[in-house]
């Protein structure tokens, strides 16, 4: 599909949940036609964004503005046409386990599409042979390793060739190898795709150096870096270093043992029943 590369730009964001707000007046912009990875500690902000990303939860203030278009402003009905245009890899590829693979894959045409049943399964077909699975398309997702069904899950979201692409920790519950292979995968796609807007929510270091054009660090709600992995690593900041080199700024010592003595004497008096 040629189309022009959406940007994201991101003002002035409030959001979170219920009372409690995790994003802060947060402000970055996501390149149009990039990887963005998305870095941070847990709890700083990261699926919160997400979520606001895919319209999952709406901003109590601040603009999303996707190619140009205030996703905030817009009606459920107008979000949802939005919304077809993106494509979603989840963390378990969520996938659906009575399916097969290719029908899984063609689900987003099966519901947008009046297309005939042999084009739907063609399309899936050219599809999985994207990420190497065209020899599995009849195999169901219990078959497969779990690395198997996360590739499945990135031809399912790339089948409609959406102009985004959001990706939730697509290296998770990998080996190394296996994390590997899916980095040059999202590679390998964006070279198909070049105008795909790619955002990449991670806790994997490696995973940024490989993949990452353009690099997001969140800490505490706000945009404590947004530049590129160069100026990340060379960056000086403290919680920049701390996060690249694994640092803590204080050891945690307990203060007591976590059972008393008459604790232990009971587990002792279990153990040896």
Known sequence: MNQQAWDITLEHLDGGYDDHLVLKDFSA?????????????????KTTLLRLLLGLNRPSAGRI???????????????????????????DGALISSLTLAENVALPLVEHTGLPRKTLR?????????????????????????????????????????????????????????????DQ?????????PSMTTVVVTHDLGSMDHIAEHVLVLQNGKAAF????EQLHASQNPYLRRFLDRKFEDSRRMAAPPLDSSVRQALAEWLDD
Do not use: N, W
Request: proline share 5%.
């Open 226 to 229: 947004s530049g590129t992995k």
């Open 185 to 193: 995968l999202l590679l390998d796609m964006k070279a198909c795709y």
């Open 29 to 45: 912009t996501i390149p149009a036609g990039a990887i963005t990875t998305i870095l941070g500690e847990s709890g700083c902000g």
């Open 122 to 182: 063609d399309a899936a077909l050219r599809t999985l042979e994207l990420v190497g699975l065209d020899k599995f398309a009849d195999y169901y997702p219990g078959e497969l390793s779990g690395g198997m069904r996360k590739r499945a899950g990135l031809a399912r979201a790339i089948v409609t060739e959406p102009p985004v692409l959001f990706c939730d920790e697509p290296t998770s519950g990998l080996d190394p190898i296996t994390a590997a292979q899916m």
């Open 65 to 91: 503005l996707m190619g140009g278009r205030d996703i905030c402003r817009m009606s459920d009905t107008q979000f949802h046409k939005m919304r077809r245009r993106f494509g979603v890899l989840f963390q």
